[in-house]
């Protein structure tokens, strides 16, 4: 019973030390961005071609980040330069949970919109327009409470110069962002940007690594310290038991007499006189 007691004390106190980070992993997420690498789709007189390294500020990516509090998900997008309410621009998040499932939140005109497996529509809580960060407030319960949520991709788009034309500028940011092709013929400033982008890919999937080892380690040690510690209790109460004595021995003979013969039976048959007594 003294065991029991112990082993169940130290699962409540792992389950009490390990819940906060558990909880705070399934909802968290961020991601960066470098500046200077908006995209422009533009036509060059006989084509349409990808020209890179493009100023355009505010649909510049520079992170984006999720949270939650109080049954809500904070979703927020950070550009280089200022947040625009005009249709010509639109802001857009894919989040995506655990079974694979996305939900794409895109702003554009003043108006916040969410297609996902459980809600489709529009999003009144919304702010940051005029700065740099917009950030959108989405309820767990209108999104059918996910185990886990996790960015995927964030994108801008600009038609703002001119819309008929069929120009436009890009930017995209997150481990499944959506690059435009690139040309064969790109200059080295180009190679350049694919090493940096490489190496954020990579800087964030070691992120997720040291995510999972900070949640696992914890409850390796807990479960070690588990079986040690049954393995001492165990051996403290066997330690304190003797081991049980003989509850019946047979007495001694008295001092100075020997042992009575049995009679009866081929044990108890009396011994010949020594030669010549007769």
């Known amino acids: 019973m003294k065991i029991k007691k112990y082993v169940v004390a130290i699962i409540v106190l792992a389950t009490l030390l390990l819940a906060p980070a558990i909880a705070s992993a399934q909802y968290s997420d961020s991601i960066s961005d470098s500046t200077g690498d908006v995209f422009h789709w533009e036509w060059d007189g006989t084509s349409y071609r990808w020209r890179e390294n493009v100023e355009r500020p505010d649909i510049d990516i520079t992170g984006a980040s999720i949270s939650e509090s109080g049954g809500y998900i904070y979703a927020s997008i950070e550009v280089k330069g200022t947040i625009r309410a005009t249709y010509e621009i639109h802001y857009n998040i894919m989040l995506v949970d655990e079974d694979g499932e996305s939900y794409n939140i895109w702003y554009t005109d003043g108006v916040c919109y969410i297609q996902s497996p459980h809600f489709y529509g529009t999003l009144e809580q919304v702010s940051g327009v005029g700065t740099s960060t917009l950030e959108v407030l989405l309820?767990?319960?209108?999104?059918?409470?996910?185990?886990?949520?996790?960015?995927?991709?964030?994108?801008?788009?600009?038609?703002?110069?001119?819309?008929?034309?069929g120009e436009y500028y890009y930017d995209t940011a997150g481990p499944e962002a959506d690059e435009p092709i690139e040309d064969d013929d790109e200059d080295d400033d180009n190679d350049e940007i694919d090493i940096d982008e490489g190496i954020i890919d990579d800087l964030i999937e070691r992120g997720m690594w040291c995510l999972a080892l900070i949640i696992i380690i914890p409850i390796v040690i807990i479960i070690i310290i588990v079986i040690v510690v049954i393995k001492v209790l165990k051996k403290d109460d066997n330690g304190g038991e003797q081991p049980p004595q003989q509850q019946y021995q047979q007495p001694p003979p008295p001092s100075g007499q020997p042992p009575k013969?049995?009679?009866?039976?081929?044990?108890?048959?009396?011994?010949p006189p020594p030669p010549g007594s007769r």
Request: hydrophobic fraction near 25%; charged fraction near 20%; proline fraction near 5%.
């Open 139 to 165: 309820s767990l319960e209108d999104l059918g409470y996910p185990a886990s949520l996790e960015i995927a991709s964030v994108e801008t788009h600009d038609w703002l110069d001119d819309v008929e034309s």
């Open 261 to 271: 013969q049995n009679q009866g039976g081929q044990g108890g048959q009396t011994p």
